[in-house]
């Protein structure tokens, strides 16, 4: 029975590269059972393909190849492969917790672009509108001093920061609270907070000063959307104020302010899509 292999017979039985038979063979991982000297072709003996097996299995679990030369190099017995494969087992577990996070931050930022685009369509209306908003959690920041024309990225930032330290990721959905009343300007309105959304059921222990977790209940909220400018904002306030009292709508005396933006290059002039929603009670 034949007992050594050439390193092309030994990449067909294995179903493996050559490439990557010469590469471990070079960093030491799995080498042939003895190199020709007069050729300096590689032979490897039949019993090695069971190691080679191991080595397989241990990429696919996604172990390093600096881990899997130290076990290729050293005694491993049976007790020291055990706890490799448990510390393995943890980080596969680590790993599949990190992919479902992204999974589900996808999730919410294409329903976050499915939503934007509706508002799209609703702003070209130009009209009031109603619709159901779903409960979202959300971390604030107080802000007594700012007003909706104010450059307010330093809030952002501070907001962001928070969100990257409890493990989420930073979108660009924030929005502003103030009270709904009928103001003479929009540079009247003085903002309570800026917040932006975490995912749901997230337990946070935020850890800073003036800025907490809370909800923005669901229901069904008045709105009106237009692009934002100085100008649309004190026009498209007014229309939904005078809409909502002239209907008699009761509400929770509130004004959600949500601003996304319609243009993602970053060295073109900011262009926001701006909807102003009131819940109903």
């Given amino acids: 029975m034949k007992e050594y292999f050439t390193i092309g017979e030994t990449a067909r039985l294995n179903n493996i590269s050559i490439q990557t038979l010469r590469y471990y063979d070079r960093i030491g991982v799995f080498k042939p059972h003895y190199t020709d000297q007069d050729n300096g072709y590689r032979y490897y ?66 329903n976050q672009l499915n939503e934007q685009v509706d508002i799209c369509n609703k702003k070209d209306e130009g009209f009031v509108y109603f619709r159901y908003i779903d409960e979202q959690t959300i971390i604030k920041v107080e802000t007594p001093q700012v007003n909706p024309h104010h450059q307010s990225d330093l809030y952002y930032r501070k907001l962001a920061d928070v969100v990257e330290k409890i493990g989420d990721v930073v979108d660009n959905y924030y929005g502003f609270i103030y009270a709904f009343k009928p103001y003479k300007d929009s540079r009247e309105i003085y903002c309570n907070s800026i917040y932006t959304t975490v995912r749901n059921g997230k337990e946070i222990d935020i850890g800073e000063k003036n800025i907490t977790l809370d909800t923005i209940p669901s229901g069904e909220y008045v709105c009106i959307a237009f692009d934002w400018s100085a100008k649309n904002y004190d026009e498209y306030y007014r229309k939904l104020y005078q809409y909502i009292e002239s209907h008699g709508i009761q509400t929770d005396g509130k004004v959600y302010q949500v601003s996304l933006p319609i243009d993602f290059h970053s060295l073109r002039e900011e262009n926001f899509l701006t909807e102003l929603r009131v819940l109903k009670k």
């Fill in 45 to 110: 003996h039949v019993k090695q393909f069971f190691y080679l097996d191991i080595i397989k299995y241990l990429k696919y679990i996604r172990t390093p190849l600096e881990e899997i030369k130290r076990f290729s190099s050293n005694t491993c017995t049976p007790e020291h492969m055990q706890h490799f494969l448990e510390e393995q087992e943890n980080m596969i577990v680590q790993e599949m917790e990190k992919l479902e996070r992204a999974r589900q931050l996808l999730h919410r930022r294409r």
